[in-house]
């Protein structure tokens, strides 16, 4: 029996290591981290600390991401992912159940984001994210996505003041955290960071866009969790470009941080 169990966990590795994804079976036991086999297609040279030197890297995915392997990409380095979920008060992205079902099965760490509108009430928005995205133990803490929304046929021009913005985000992320139990993450873009000041957000943690340089030349003086480093990231078992993310630590400092942030 014993010996059983050796040869099973050694097929399951092995599994892993081939990227047999197909098998429904999660490429190794939850909690096993795989080093980054990534490549970008359109590399940008950044200043150190560059995100190779960071241990623990993922991705984030939407509808756009249409066919991924999420065994092969967890073997080839993704650790975690951010799913979009929701826009505004009444859109749920066409990819989110899928993939939040599929990274799961792979043993993905998956959180969930809502990408931000302001035609409709922060109230609205939490309400439709919290109607759509379950609250799943172990799952990371939710993220609120906050860029101006150039495409919008109705919102794109809405672009209140400063203090406005901060306001908003602030209701909905305290219904978001009552409602899973961790305060959210903020994720945002250099433009948009700027000029609304969210340097003014203590005590939460930012997943900050910079595809050319590093965060403490975009956004000095602001600690960050997580890095989006480049959107052409190319990964075995996704098929076409990907947005690339590095956590801000290492292996045994991400361990640490989900076993502390992880919903319950």
Request: hydrophobic share 40%; with cysteine; net charge neutral.
């Amino acid at each position: 029996m014993i010996l059983l169990r050796r040869l099973s966990l050694l097929c399951l590795l092995a599994l892993a290591a081939c990227g047999a994804h197909d098998t429904g079976v999660p490429p190794a036991p939850p909690g096993v981290l795989f080093a980054p086999d990534f490549g970008d297609s359109d590399p940008a040279s950044f200043n150190t600390p560059r995100p190779a030197a960071f241990a623990v890297h993922g991705i984030d995915a939407a509808r756009f991401q249409k066919s991924i392997e999420w065994g092969t990409a967890r073997a080839s380095g993704v650790n975690f992912a951010f799913i979009k979920a929701t826009e505004g008060g009444d859109l749920l992205d066409s990819g989110f159940e899928e993939h939040w079902r599929a990274a799961g099965s792979a043993g993905v760490a998956r959180g969930a984001y809502h990408f931000y509108y302001f035609c409709t009430s922060p109230e609205d928005q939490a309400r439709w994210f919290i109607r759509n995205v379950p609250r799943t133990p172990g799952m990371m803490p939710p993220v609120l996505d906050m860029e101006w929304n150039p495409f919008s046929p109705t919102c794109a021009t809405v672009r209140p003041p400063g203090a406005e913005v901060r306001d908003q985000m602030r209701r909905w992320l305290r219904i978001v955290e009552a409602q899973y139990g961790q305060r959210p993450i903020i994720y945002t873009t250099p433009k948009f960071y700027s000029e609304n000041n969210l340097d003014q957000f203590r005590g939460y943690e930012f997943w900050l866009r910079s595809t050319a340089k590093t965060p403490a030349e975009v956004y000095p003086g602001q600690p960050w969790r997580f890095w989006q480093y480049t959107a052409t990231g190319v990964v075995p078992g996704i098929a076409g470009d990907v947005d690339l993310n590095a956590f801000n630590g290492s292996r045994s400092d991400w361990q640490a941080w989900i076993a502390r942030r992880a919903v319950r």
